[in-house]
C-alpha cells in the first residue's frame, strides 16, 4: 500500500510535506522543464516586495565547502509585475505557489499581505521577517519579538489565508522569536533562513562579496537547521516547515523527525533542478519500505 | 535538458587548459554557439554548485564499424583556475558528468557575406570556435587572440582549419604580435573602413576595450560575459550583469545566465568594474 504523503500546514492542504523554498526556485516556471510541479506539495516564489528592488551590486554568490554564501539583496519583479508576469503561470499549475513577501515598515508588510490575499492563484503566505542582507528594513524585525509580533499581526488582520512566518536563525533565542509570532497570529512557522556569513579573498585581502556579508545555505547549516526546528517544535503548537540543507529525502525525513510538518528544498534546487521531486519520491519510497502506513506519524518522533 | 555524459577524452592541450569531449543526448546538437553548460563536477557537496563552460563544440561521432550509432558528442575547452576545474581535469575516460544545457542566449549570426570579426582572450576562446564553425559557412571569418603568453593562445589550428584567418597577439611576445590583441583589431579596422561585425569573449579588461572600440568606430559588438552562477537558469539572481543605464537610483540588472551570457556592448555598462 502507498503510504499517506499529505500533510496540512494551517488550511492549506498538501499532497507531500514537500516545498521549494523562496528564492531558489524563481517564480516556478523556471523549473518547470526539470521538476513536475505536479510531484512536490508547494512551491514558494521569490520574495516580493511592493515596489521592484534591484538588489545588490556584484558579486552575490560566493561558494563556501559544503555551502554558499549569497548576497542577492532581495532583488525582485514587484507586486505589480508579480501579478501582470507571473500570476498567470501560477494559474496554469495544480499546485499550491506560497508568495513570499517583505516590507520596510508593519504598514508595508499589511499592505502586501492584503494585495496577496486577493490574487486567487496565491495559496498562502510567507511572510519574509529574516532577510540579512538588506540594511534597512527585514532583520530588525526578525530580531526583536516585539517588532517580529507587530509585523505578523498587521498581516493577519490583513489576511484570511494560511501566514506562514520565516524565522532568521540570527537570534540569540529562536524560540522567543517563535512564541511572539504564534501569539501574534500566525498559522505557521518557516525556519530557518540562511546563516549571516562572510568569505574573504586572502590575496586581494578583501571581502569576496560586494556587500561584505552574505547569508549561508546549504548543507553545511543543515545541523544548525535541524536543531532550531527541534527546539521551536518543542515550544509551539502552530506547525512548523523545516528548512536548511536538505539535499536528499533523508535529510527531509530527519527533519519531520525533529518536529517538522513539512520541508523546504532550498539551494539543493541549483545543485539538481529535479530535488524537490526526487525527495517527495525518496521520502514516499523510504515510508513504503518500512510498512509506515502515514508520513505524519513521524513528525516530531524523535526518540529518546 | 539535464543529462548524463560519458567522457570520451579530456586531454591538457596547453599548460594549464584542458579540452573534454563527452558524449551527449542528440538534442545538444541544437546547441547555438555562445551557449554554455553547468556542469556538476562531482556527486559529493564538495564542490556543490555547478560550474558553468561555454560550449566549445558539438558533432558526432561516426563509428568506425557499421551497425553501430552515430554518438553525438559536447566539448568544452577549460582553464584550471581553483576547485572545481581542477577536479575535472583529474576525471578520466568513462568517468560520468552530470550536465545541464544547453542553456543561455547565444550569438546573433548577422548578415551573411559581411566581414566576422572574432576576438578571443585566452579561455575566452571557448565559445567562439563554435561560433566560428557557424560563421564560415557564409561569411569571411577573422579570429584575433591574444594572451599573456603563448600557452594562453589556443586551439589555433583548429581555427585555421576552418578556413578562418587567423592574428594572435601576446603581452609578452611569446607569439604573435607583442602587446594587447585590441592593437590588431583596430588595424584590421583600419583596414576595412570599419565594416562587419565584432564577437568578443575574454577577461573582463579586454570585453571592455572591444566595446570602446565597436562603439567609437560604429560597428555592431557583441560580447559573451561572465557571472558568478550558481542555477543557470534565472532562480538564483546571483549572476547579473549592470544594463547601460544603470545607476544606484535607476538600477538596470540583466541576467547573464538567461538574457546572456552574449549581448550587445552597447546594452551594458562599462565604466567603473
Ligand atoms: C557563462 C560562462 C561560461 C564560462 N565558460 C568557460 C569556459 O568555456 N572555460 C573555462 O575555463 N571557464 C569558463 N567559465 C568560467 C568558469 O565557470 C570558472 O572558471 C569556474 O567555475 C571556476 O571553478 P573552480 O571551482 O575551478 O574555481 P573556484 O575554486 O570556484 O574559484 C577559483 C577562482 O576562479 C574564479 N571563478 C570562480 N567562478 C568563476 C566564474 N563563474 N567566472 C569567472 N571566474 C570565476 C574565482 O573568483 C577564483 O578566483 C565560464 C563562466 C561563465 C559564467
Ligand atoms: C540565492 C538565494 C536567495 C534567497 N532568497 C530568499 C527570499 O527572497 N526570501 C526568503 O525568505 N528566503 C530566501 N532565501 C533563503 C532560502 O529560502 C532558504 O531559507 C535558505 O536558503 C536555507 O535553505 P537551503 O539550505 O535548503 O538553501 C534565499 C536563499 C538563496 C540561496
Ligand atoms: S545563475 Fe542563477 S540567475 Fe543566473
Known amino acids: ?304 | 535538458m539535464q543529462f548524463k555524459a560519458m567522457i570520451l577524452d579530456n586531454a591538457e592541450v596547453s599548460p594549464g587548459y584542458w579540452r573534454m569531449r563527452m558524449t551527449a543526448p542528440p538534442e545538444m546538437l541544437a546547441a547555438r554557439p555562445g551557449q554554455f553548460v553547468m556542469v556538476r563536477v562531482n556527486p559529493s557537496i564538495d564542490p556543490l554548485i555547478r560550474r558553468p563552460f561555454g560550449v566549445f563544440d558539438v558533432g558526432t561521432l561516426q563509428p568506425a564499424y557499421t551497425g553501430a550509432a552515430p554518438q553525438p558528442y559536447l566539448e568544452i575547452l577549460y582553464r584550471v583556475v581553483g576547485k572545481g576545474t581542477g577536479m575535472l581535469s583529474t576525471l578520466h575516460d568513462n568517468d560520468i558528468l552530470d550536465i545541464l544545457g544547453p542553456l543561455g542566449t547565444g550569438f546573433e549570426k548577422g548578415p551573411a557575406g559581411e566581414e566576422k570579426l572574432i576576438v578571443g582572450g585566452g579561455v575566452g576562446l571557448a565559445p567562439l570556435y563554435l561560433l566560428a564553425k557557424e560563421l564560415v559557412k557564409d561569411s569571411p571569418v577573422r579570429l584575433f587572440a591574444g594572451g599573456r603568453t603563448r600557452d594562453d593562445v589556443l586551439c589555433i589550428t583548429e581555427f585555421e582549419r576552418l578556413g578562418v584567418e587567423c592574428y594572435t597577439a601576446t603581452e609578452d611576445g611569446s607569439l604573435g604580435e607583442c602587446g594587447l590583441v585590441t592593437k590588431v583589431l583596430e588595424q584590421r579596422l583600419d583596414a576595412t573602413a570599419n565594416k562587419g561585425q565584432i564577437f568578443a569573449c575574454g577577461p573582463h579588461g579586454m570585453l571592455k576595450a572591444v566595446a570602446g572600440i565597436g562603439a567609437q568606430r560604429n560597428v555592431p559588438t557583441q560580447v559573451s560575459l561572465e557571472g558568478y552562477m550558481a542555477c543557470g537558469m534565472g532562480a538564483c539572481l546571483g549572476c547579473v550583469c549592470q544594463g547601460a543605464e544603470h545607476s544606484a537610483e535607476n538600477p538596470d540588472y540583466r541576467c547573464v545566465c538567461t538574457e546572456g551570457p552574449v549581448f550587445e556592448a552597447a546594452e551594458l555598462k562599462w565604466e567603473g568594474n
Do not use: H
Open chain 1, 1 to 304: 500500500m502507498r503510504p499517506a504523503m499529505s500533510v496540512e500546514i494551517g488550511s492549506l492542504k498538501l499532497r507531500n510535506p514537500v516545498m521549494t523554498a523562496s528564492g531558489t526556485f524563481g517564480y516556478g516556471e523556471e523549473f518547470s522543464q526539470y521538476v513536475d510541479l505536479e510531484k512536490i506539495g508547494a512551491f514558494v516564489t521569490k520574495g516580493l516586495s511592493l515596489k521592484p528592488r534591484a538588489g545588490n551590486p556584484t558579486p552575490r554568490i560566493v561558494e563556501t565547502p559544503g555551502g554558499m554564501l549569497n548576497a542577492i539583496g532581495l532583488q525582485n519583479v514587484g507586486i505589480d509585475a508579480f501579478i501582470q508576469k507571473k500570476v498567470p503561470f501560477l494559474r496554469s499549475v495544480n499546485t499550491p505557489a506560497i508568495a513570499n513577501f517583505f516590507g520596510y515598515t508593519p504598514d508595508e508588510y499589511a499592505e502586501l499581505a492584503a494585495r496577496l490575499d486577493a490574487i486567487p492563484e496565491v495559496a498562502a503566505l510567507e511572510v519574509n521577517i529574516s532577510c540579512p542582507n538588506v540594511k534597512q528594513g527585514g532583520i530588525v524585525f526578525g530580531t526583536d519579538p516585539g517588532c517580529a509580533a507587530s509585523v505578523v499581526a498587521a498581516c493577519r488582520a490583513a489576511t484570511q489565508k494560511t501566514l506562514i512566518v520565516k524565522l532568521s536563525p540570527n537570534v540569540t533565542d529562536i524560540v522567543e522569536m517563535a512564541q511572539a509570532c504564534e501569539g501574534a497570529g500566525a498559522d505557521a512557522l518557516s525556519v530557518i533562513n540562511t546563516l549571516t556569513g562572510m568569505a574573504i579573498d586572502l590575496e586581494r585581502r578583501r571581502p569576496v562579496l560586494a556587500n561584505v556579508t552574505g547569508g549561508l545555505s546549504g548543507p553545511a547549516i543543515k545541523p544548525v537547521a535541524l536543531r532550531m526546528v527541534w527546539q521551536v517544535a518543542r515550544a509551539v503548537k502552530l506547525p512548523v516547515i523545516g528548512i536548511g540543507g536538505i539535499m536528499s529525502a533523508t535529510d527531509a525525513l530527519e527533519f519531520i523527525l525533529a518536529g517538522a510538518t513539512a520541508v523546504q528544498v532550498g539551494t539543493a534546487s541549483f545543485v539538481n533542478p529535479g530535488a524537490a521531486q526526487e525527495i517527495a519520491e525518496g521520502m514516499e519510497q523510504w515510508l513504503a519500505e518500512r510498512g509506515i502506513a502515514d508520513i505524519r506519524s513521524l513528525i516530531g518522533a524523535l526518540e529518546g
